[in-house]
Nanobody, 125 residues
Framework: DVQLVESGGGLVQPGGSLRLSCAASGDTYNDYCMTWFRQTQGKEREGVALIYYGGGNARYADSVKGRFTISQDDAKSTSYLQMNSLNTEDTALYYC???????????????????WGQGTQVTVS
C-alpha cells in the first residue's frame, strides 16, 4: 500500500503564499493520478488540483485557477501545491490522494482513491 503525508500548512495572511507537499512511500507506481482536495467542516470535499505521473494534464478548480500551481517530482514521489494570493475562502483542511489511473481518468470529479493523506490545515486570516 501507498502512504501519503502532507506538510506545509499553517496560518497565513490574505494575499500570502504557502507551498504544500505530499510525500508518498510504500508500494509506489508510475501510472497514478495525484490530486489535492480541500474540505471545510460541513461542506463537500472539493477537488482543487491534480496532475498525472510524468507531468502534464494538470487541472484546477475554477476557484483557484491562476493562483495555485500543482507540480510533481517523480523521482522523489512528491507532489507540491503552490498557493499564491490566498484569501479567506481558501481556509480548509487540505488532503492529497493518489490512485492508479489512465491519464484520461485523472479528473477532478474522481472521488475514489486507494490512498489518502491525513490532511494539513490552511488558515487564511
Amino acid at each position: 500500500d501507498v502512504q501519503l503525508v502532507e506538510s506545509g500548512g499553517g496560518l497565513v495572511q490574505p494575499g500570502g503564499s504557502l507551498r504544500l507537499s505530499c510525500a508518498a512511500s510504500g508500494d509506489t507506481y508510475n501510472d497514478y493520478c495525484m490530486t489535492w482536495f480541500r474540505q471545510t467542516q460541513g461542506k463537500e470535499r472539493e477537488g482543487v488540483a491534480l496532475i498525472y505521473y510524468g507531468g502534464g494534464n494538470a487541472r484546477y478548480a475554477d476557484s483557484v485557477k491562476g493562483r495555485f500551481t500543482i507540480s510533481q517530482d517523480d523521482a522523489k514521489s512528491t507532489s507540491y501545491l503552490q498557493m499564491n494570493s490566498l484569501n479567506t475562502e481558501d481556509t480548509a483542511l487540505y488532503y492529497c490522494a493518489r490512485d492508479r489511473a489512465l491519464r484520461s481518468g485523472c479528473v477532478l470529479s474522481r472521488t475514489e482513491y486507494n490512498a489518502w493523506g491525513q490532511g494539513t490545515q490552511v488558515t487564511v486570516s
